[in-house]
């Protein structure tokens, strides 16, 4: 069994691992990546539906989310997303900019991870697939790995193996155990960017349907999060991006066995008193043979149309054999709910389905060098970390950004030991 040693090891070939290995390399660093899948950089190809919106130039606090947001500015001021786009440019990867939200020119999720592995390999970068790690222990100021592949030596250690999003990606909370194993603790990971799942007899009918729609979600009663965007009906609940947005603080809520409901606003753009006064100007000139569907049906999609009408047990019954008063209140109702159809969330799609984990390391166990704050030339990157981005190319940058502050103090760290041990 062969014996190797390095001065940095990147457990993980993710996005935020090959960014790791990349920066330390850059410094100086020999450097290594055990990656127990069989494909680095897998989990990139799916991004952005095959597009990758690798960063996004608008940055703030509220684009994560984490018990102490300040610490992620701290990393993004190091490596920022104007950083991540002239990284990519020298790498020969052009980027196309929409409204902030960038992707390669190529509009393919391979030039990213094309780039990163070309890199890897003129940087002499070692890539072991499939490594099949058994433990991580840290003894005589080094690093130990024991693999089915032999045993690896390092100056120091970073931890980029992901969270449990996307499995068939490699993803398999296995850097969750290594972590403890070193003392850290690890706050519950749970799915997030995520379907909602929901408990309605509605949906069966408006399954299928895209609608532009406000999603509005509350905890015990109180609205934590919104957005606004398409929206898709399934049979088991909604999906889509504004669906995704406030999944995590469901998976939340319900973990710690909260009352978590929904609403969704199917007219966003129209207050509910202009909803009033557009129904009854259509309403003053539907003729004999119209429906309150099809009245409905110049506002929303016919199946949203028929869910609302079905829920006031009207069917297809025409508007001129309902009383005036009767109508007069249905106007009412009606605009109430365009502008919030309230609904149970029952839980979120599971890790299979999720495009991001919610959990894992906490930053206060970090410095603002990613290094670990109980173990010397331990470090993190990436989701590992108790970090999640919101949809937009997000998850990315805290990835790029984590990877390279970690990949630069750890070749900074392991270049310093070996000068002191050489004199």
């Not at 952005?48 to 992620?72: H, I, W």
């Not at 996307?166 to 850097?175: A, F, I, L, M, T």
Request: hydrophobic fraction near 40%.
């Amino acid at each position: 069994m062969k014996q190797k040693t390095y001065d940095v090891i990147v457990v993980g070939g993710g996005a935020a691992g090959l960014m790791a290995a990349i920066h330390a390399a850059s410094g100086g660093a020999h450097t290594v990546i055990l990656d127990h899948h069989e494909v680095s950089g897998k989990k990139i190809l799916a991004t952005g539906n095959g597009k990758c919106n690798f960063t996004n130039l608008m940055q703030g606090e509220s684009y994560y989310r984490c018990d102490t947001p300040a610490f992620v500015l701290h990393i993004l001021e190091q490596f920022s997303a104007e950083d991540t786009i002239a990284f990519f440019r020298e790498l020969g990867v052009m980027t196309r900019d929409r409204q902030g939200y960038c992707y390669p020119r190529s509009g393919q999720a391979s030039a990213i991870r094309n780039a990163l592995l070309r890199k890897a390999e003129k940087l002499g970068i070692e890539i072991h697939n499939g490594i099949g790690i058994r433990k991580i222990i840290r003894e005589n100021n080094r690093f130990s790995f024991d693999t089915k592949s032999g045993s690896f030596f390092s100056t120091c250690c970073i931890l980029a193996t992901g969270g449990m999003a996307s499995p068939k990606s490699g993803s398999d909370g296995s850097g969750y155990i290594y972590a403890k194993s070193f003392g850290h603790t690890v706050k519950k990971p749970l799915p997030a960017l995520t379907a909602l799942m929901a408990e309605a007899n509605w949906l069966k009918e408006t399954t299928g349907v895209r609608a532009d729609a406000t999603v509005k979600l509350y905890v015990d009663g109180s609205c934590v999060a919104e957005d606004t965007g398409e929206v898709q009906m399934a049979d088991y609940g909604i999906s889509g991006i504004p669906a995704f947005q406030v999944s995590r603080y469901a998976a939340v809520a319900l973990d710690r066995k909260q009352c978590v409901t929904a609403t969704l606003d199917f007219v966003p753009e129209y207050t509910e008193e202009q909803l009033r006064d557009f129904l009854k100007q259509q309403l003053d000139v539907a003729s004999a043979e119209e429906s309150w569907k099809m009245l409905l049906s110049g506002i929303v999609n016919e199946k949203i149309a028929g869910m609302l009408c079905a829920q006031k047990h009207l069917g297809e019954r025409k508007i001129a054999s309902i009383p005036k008063a009767k109508n007069r209140q249905l106007l009412r109702e009606f605009a109430g709910l365009l502008k919030q159809v309230k609904f149970p969330i029952t839980g979120v799609r599971g890790f299979q389905f999720a495009q991001v984990t919610c959990g894992g390391i906490p930053v206060t166990e970090l410095t603002k060098q990613m290094e670990s704050e109980r173990v010397e030339g331990l470090y993190f990157a990436g989701e590992i970390v108790d970090v999640d981005g919101m949809c937009g190319g997000y998850n990315l940058q805290w990835a790029w950004s984590g990877g390279a502050v970690a990949g630069t103090a750890a070749a900074e760290k392991s270049v310093r030991r070996k000068r002191t041990d050489a004199k």
